[in-house]
């Protein structure tokens, strides 16, 4: 069985994943907050 060496492997498509799922929870949660801030303003 061949040894495996740290930091040898491709991790490219996981840090683009990640880089995406950063982006998409960011974009989600000031989507939350500007909706909340609305539903305050109009008071419903």
């Keep these: 069985m061949a040894q495996h060496e740290h930091g040898?492997?491709?991790i490219s498509a996981q840090e683009k994943t990640f880089a995406g799922f950063v982006t998409f929870l960011t974009r989600s949660?000031?989507?939350i907050i500007v909706a909340l801030i609305l539903l305050a303003?109009?008071?419903a």
Excluded: R
């Design 41 to 43: 303003i109009v008071g």
């Design 8 to 10: 040898s492997m491709d």
């Design 29 to 31: 949660v000031i989507f």
